[in-house]
Structure formats: C-alpha cells, structure tokens
C-alpha cells in the first residue's frame, strides 16, 4: 500500500508581527523619552538620566541580540552620543525647555524689578515666539548721536544685563540687533546701515570681552531705520534702540556653532563657566547677592587651576529656588 504523501507544511505568515512588534516598543518607548525631556524638571534630571542609562545599557537589544549601546563603555549618557563632553549643567540649558522658559521668566521679573528701582532706566523685556528680548532705548545714552562708542551710562547698564544672561545661559544663540531713527548720518559712517550695524558690534564685542561669552554664540544685525519701534508711526526717541535676543534653542539650526561646546572637554567647559561666575561674583564686589544657592559651590573655587565639580550643579541648585519661588 502506497505512503500516504505528508502535507506541505504551512507557512508562518505572521513571522513579521513579532518584528512589528518590537519596533512599535522601541518607537513608544522613544517618545515617551522625548516627552519626559521636554517636560524635565531639572531637579529630576539625575533621575532621568539613570532611568535611561539602565535602559539602554541591557546585555543585549531587544530586536538585534547584540551589545546595548552603554555596555562596557565606562560613560554615561552623556558621553554616549554628541554630548560626549557636556557637563550637566550645559546638556539641561541645551535639552530642558521648561528650565529655558523659567529661565526667560526669571530675568525678565528681575529686569522689571530693576527698572522700577530706577536701577535700568529705558530697559525693558518681553518673552515671544522668538525668546527673550531685552530692549534698551537709546535716546543718546548709550551712544552719542552718530557714534558707535559705548558711553558708561552704557557699559553700566551692559553689565547688569549681561550678569543676568551668562547666569542662565553659556551656550544660548544671542541676537544683537540695531536700530536708528530716519535722520541721515554724516562723518564717519556712510548710512545708518553701517551705524546701526556698527552699535550692535560695539555691544557684542563689549559682552564677549566682559563676560567671556563665546563669540560664535553672538549674531549681529544691524537694520537701520526700517523697523521702526511703532510701524507708520515715527518716533526717533524709541525708534533709536537696539535689542539683545536671547533665542529659544528650538530655532538653533542642527549644525550651529553651540557645537562648539560639545567639542570642548569637560574640564575646559567647567574652566569656563567657573571664570564667568568669577566675574559675576566681581560684579557683586565679592559677594554673592541675588545668586543665592545658585553658585554657592563655586565660592571655594578661586586659587587657579582648581576646578568645580558637578556634583551639586547651578542648574540643579537653581531649580529648587524657581520651585521655591512659585510656591511663595
């Protein structure tokens, strides 16, 4: 009696549900990351960054088998990826929009403040699309008319500003932009385009060689007379301003200069940010007033060579002061 001829076997066609799967976990699992950075609260980024380091440090990957991406590296997230060299407090000013809106809050309250004490006289700031905008009205204060020579009325005000924005921010894009009024300018300057543009240099170079802000971090504009401060009508007092933009780090381009902190090491970035808060300390003439428990842990840190450390961060310090103010 002839064998009985076997089935053909029957083909698995649901082999790539189990890949499917997989990456739908991974894909969820990517967002629900990317919705916790964005709505960080400093004080937890530790947690965070623990939280992703076991994640991603498992013997094996879900879908591959192989290594997981920290296994036997020796780093931690932060030195897994293009934040090879970012110290803490420079990856949450970098990744944290909720510490970038607080911070914005926070300077322009303490602008208004000094405005109202007769401290900032002509200054003023507002938060839009574009970040924070620090106004200073001219009114030939800060310039003698058709002059780009900062007065010490100026360089004054300069200081006071530029203390509240490297407090908060190293690694932040900063807009300078000129304005004049329609009054055509003679000597030295052909237009009010070179004038205005001109101004706007003369802060820059100013903030940069005050407070050792980067230079790259700096644009400079100059518009002349085409943006007046009221549109169709004409006010040569206010139209003669110039605004110091400290913009949102969502309209920083993918391959921005702010790159050039992540190519620094971590001693040379520490080095930096401890010698802009040495020149805020001098600014407060050796005290610490208004810094709180900012940057306490750098008071001790003042023979050369010696380094801070990262263990209790401005950053993190400064989270429990805003959360300390909005419970007030």
Do not use: C
Not at 57 to 85: C, R, Y
Not at 114 to 128: C, F, Q
Not at 142 to 168: M, N, P, W, Y
Not at 240 to 246: Q, Y
């Amino acid at each position: 009696m002839a064998r009985k001829k076997a089935p053909p076997e029957h083909e698995n066609l649901e082999r790539w549900m189990v890949s499917y799967a997989d990456f739908m976990t991974l894909l969820f699992a990517t967002f629900v990351v990317l919705y916790a950075l964005s709505q960080l609260n400093v004080s937890d980024f530790k947690e965070i960054e623990e939280s992703i380091k076991k994640a991603f440090s498992s013997a094996t990957s879900i879908m591959q088998g192989t290594e997981g991406l920290l296994v036997d590296t020796g780093k931690d997230i932060l030195d897994s990826n293009m934040a090879d060299s970012m110290i803490d407090s420079l990856f949450m000013e970098y990744i944290s929009p909720k510490y970038e809106q607080e911070s914005f809050e926070q300077i322009k309250r303490e602008i208004d403040q000094m405005k109202k004490d007769g401290e900032l006289e002509g200054v003023s700031a507002t938060i839009d699309s574009r970040g924070l905008v620090i106004r200073i009205d001219d009114n030939n204060i800060l310039f003698a008319s058709g002059s780009a020579e900062l007065s010490d009325t100026a360089k004054s005000r300069l200081d006071k500003i530029g203390k509240l924005i490297v407090q908060k921010f190293a690694m932040h894009i900063i807009k300078v932009e000129g304005h004049t009024d329609n009054v055509p300018v003679g000597g030295r300057y052909p237009s009010n385009w070179e004038l205005s543009a001109a101004r706007s240099s003369s802060i820059v170079r100013y903030l940069i060689n005050k407070f050792k802000i980067l230079p790259e971090m700096f644009t400079v504009v100059g518009y002349a007379d085409t943006r007046p401060s009221e549109p169709n009508k004409p006010n040569k007092a206010k139209d003669r301003r110039v605004e110091i933009i400290v913009q949102r780090n969502n309209l920083k381009n993918l391959d921005h200069y702010q790159n050039t902190y992540m190519n620094m090491d971590k001693q040379e970035q520490l080095r930096r940010r401890n010698e802009q808060i040495q020149i805020i300390k001098q600014l407060e003439s050796g005290e610490i007033v208004g810094l709180d428990e900012d940057v306490k842990h750098y008071s001790g840190i003042a023979q050369p060579g010696v380094l801070p450390t990262e263990k209790n961060n401005d950053f993190i310090d400064e989270t429990k002061r805003l959360n300390q103010l909005q419970n007030e």
